[in-house]
C-alpha cells in the first residue's frame, strides 16, 4: 500500500515561488513514477508534471514548462514540485499521485489529499 501527503501549499504573490512536497509510506517509493495534478475551482483536474522512478525522465504540461520543476529524493521518499514565476491561474488544489509503474505513465493509482496554493494578483 502507498499513503502520500502533500505540503508546502499558501498564498504566494503572483511573481514568487513555492516549492510543494510529497511524502510517501510505503517500501517501494523508489520503484514508482510520480505526478502532479492540480484542480481549479470549477475546472477537471489537471496534469502539471511527471517523473520517472529513476528521475531519468520528466514531463510537463506546457502551462508550467520553463517555471515549474518536479523532483524526487527516493532516499527520503520524498517528491518536490518547485514553482517559480508563479501565476494566478496557477491557483488550484494541487495533488501529488503515484504510478502503478516505474516509468511515466497515465495511470496512478494512487493520490494525496492535495495542498491549496493560491496565487495573488
Known amino acids: 500500500q502507498v499513503q502520500l501527503v502533500e505540503s508546502g501549499g499558501g498564498l504566494v504573490q503572483a511573481g514568487g515561488s513555492l516549492r510543494l512536497s510529497c511524502a510517501v509510506s510505503?517500501?517501494?517509493?523508489?520503484?514508482?513514477?510520480m505526478g502532479w495534478f492540480r484542480q481549479a475551482p470549477g475546472k477537471e483536474r489537471e496534469f502539471v508534471a511527471a517523473?520517472?522512478?529513476?528521475?531519468?525522465?520528466?514531463n510537463y504540461a506546457d502551462s508550467v514548462k520553463g517555471r515549474f520543476t518536479i523532483s524526487r529524493d527516493n532516499t527520503k521518499k520524498t517528491m518536490y514540485l518547485q514553482m517559480n514565476s508563479v501565476k494566478p491561474e496557477d491557483t488550484a488544489v494541487y495533488y501529488c499521485?503515484?504510478?502503478?509503474?516505474?516509468?511515466?505513465?497515465?495511470?496512478?493509482?494512487?493520490w494525496g489529499q492535495g495542498t491549496q496554493v493560491t496565487v495573488s494578483s
Open positions: 510505503g517500501r517501494t517509493f523508489s520503484t514508482h513514477a
Open positions: 517523473i520517472s522512478a529513476s528521475s531519468s525522465s520528466t
Open positions: 499521485a503515484a504510478s502503478a509503474t516505474a516509468t511515466i505513465s497515465d495511470i496512478y493509482p494512487y
